[in-house]
């Protein structure tokens, strides 16, 4: 019989890789979509099938952590092995602007799935991973960070996501679920959303390079994250569901490197050489290029990037450094990507993207490129 798994957040970067993931695996995969007023399963197209033809094994229904009569629905109808709660209002920034909407989603989306399981007895059959967070650890107590370090929030998504972690802790003691929390630290890809730092630095050098955009707004650039890279961190999402007994887990990198350094190597990639002024944090902070043989748009001396305080964040998660040395020890696992490389995949996918809307605008076709910012 192969194993049914059910994803939250499937359309997320997150999401996307688990599902190609667990399909090469043999899984069959149910993940639930959000209606959207435009398409939004662009990051599954390639895994998608057509529910016309027999034996399916990639099945999507639209759902909402919002709506428990409906999650109660897929549940009752997908009976899965394996849920994985990857579903979220999931950018810091913005939920200082929608608090409430992120902990509805964030925290009590999950207990609503919890309950789900429970109401429909099948605590004893479906495997639950929880998509924690190094944002958990917030204002940090110990540096690194891992599974015992103690927790101190500095979001209304990191406080949301703190109600999650115990709920699904709760559940695995009070029920007998197995039920995990990944506590991990961030992960990018080519397919994360436009508004996460490394990838509104790799899409907005790349356009700049190509005479689509003329600078970068940023934030706290002095910010210091330990980066690994999404495809590596959704194989440990599902080792961790197949252990003998349910534990939480830190999944990091072990090494830490500033926003800046990321505009450094991502800059570097597109044959910028940058001269830095003035802090992350300083209002006045200007990056000008020093040479950019490589770049056609970029002239020395041009400003392309620039602080601007609306991305300062009302309380700022200044360090990350995860230690993940029970995964290793336990799970085996080890990252296989370093940042480095990361970078240079998402810039050379960036890239490919600038050139093709710059061929488009030089023939005075209209570009498909939303220029907002981020957040
Ligand atoms: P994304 O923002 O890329 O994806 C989030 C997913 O959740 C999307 O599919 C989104 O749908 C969906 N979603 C949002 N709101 C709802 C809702 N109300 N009901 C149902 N689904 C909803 O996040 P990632 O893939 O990067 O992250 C996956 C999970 O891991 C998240 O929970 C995140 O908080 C957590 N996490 C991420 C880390 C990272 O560095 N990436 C690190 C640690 C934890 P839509 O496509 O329609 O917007
Ligand atoms: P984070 O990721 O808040 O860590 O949450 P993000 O990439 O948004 O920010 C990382 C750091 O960069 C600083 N920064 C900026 N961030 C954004 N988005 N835009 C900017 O212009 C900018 N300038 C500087 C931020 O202040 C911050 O310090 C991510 C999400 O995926 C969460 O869901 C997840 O839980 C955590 O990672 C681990």
């Known amino acids: ?10 359309t997320g970067q997150d999401g996307s890789y688990l599902a190609e993931f667990l399909l090469e695996k043999g899984y069959e995969v149910h993940g639930i979509k959000r209606r959207a007023s435009l398409f939004n399963t662009q ?6 099938q ?9 099945v999507l229904h639209y759902g909402d952590l919002t709506d428990s009569s409906n999650l109660t629905r897929i549940l009752q109808e997908v009976q899965p092995d394996e849920v994985y709660n990857l579903g979220a209002q999931s950018h810091v920034a913005v939920s200082f602007e929608s608090p409430e909407y992120t902990a509805d989603v964030d925290a009590m989306g ?32 110990e540096t690194p960070q891992k599974e015992t370090t103690p927790f101190h929030p500095r979001s209304p998504y990191a406080v949301a996501k703190l109600y999650a972690y115990w709920i699904a802790v709760n559940y695995r003691e009070a029920y007998g679920m197995y039920a995990c929390n990944g506590i991990l630290f961030n992960h990018e890809s080519p397919r994360r959303g436009e508004t996460f730092v490394t990838r509104k630095i790799t899409r907005g050098l790349a356009n700049i390079a190509q005479g689509l955009e003329s600078c970068l707004y940023m934030g706290n650039m002095d910010a210091l994250r330990d980066w690994g890279h999404a495809k590596d961190y959704v ?6 569901l197949q252990q003998d007994q349910p534990e939480d887990f830190v999944i ?30 300083d209002e006045q902070g200007v990056v000008t290029s020093v040479s950019g043989d490589r770049a056609p748009s970029v002239k020395v001396g041009d400003v392309l990037v620039r602080v601007d305080p609306r991305y300062f964040r009302p309380a700022e998660v200044e360090t990350l450094l995860g230690d993940p040395t029970k995964a ?11 940042a480095q490389e990361m970078c240079r995949e998402m810039v ?23 220029l907002e910012n981020g957040s």
Not at 50 to 58: A, L, R, T
Not at 328 to 333: A, R, S, Y
Request: aromatic share 10%; glycine share 8%; proline share 2%.
């Open 1 to 10: 019989m192969r194993k049914v798994a059910l994803i939250t957040g499937v």
């Open 43 to 48: 990051r599954v197209d390639h895994i998608y």
């Open 50 to 58: 057509d529910p016309h033809v027999e034996h399916q094994n990639f």
């Open 110 to 141: 999950t207990l609503r799935l919890l309950e789900a399981i429970r109401f429909l007895g099948l605590e004893k059959k479906t495997k639950f991973y929880q998509a924690s967070t190094s944002e958990l650890y917030g204002l940090v107590q």
């Open 235 to 240: 194989r440990m999402q599902w080792l961790m």
């Open 252 to 281: 990091a990198t072990g090494v830490q490197y500033s926003v800046r350094e990321f505009i450094v190597w991502s800059a570097r990639e597109l044959g910028i050489e940058l001269d830095f002024q003035g802090s992350g944090v």
């Open 328 to 338: 290793k020890e336990k799970l085996g696992w080890v990252p296989e990507i370093t």
């Open 348 to 370: 050379t996918e960036d890239l490919k993207t600038a050139r093709r809307h710059a061929l488009l605008k030089k023939h005075g076709l209209e570009v498909p490129v939303t």
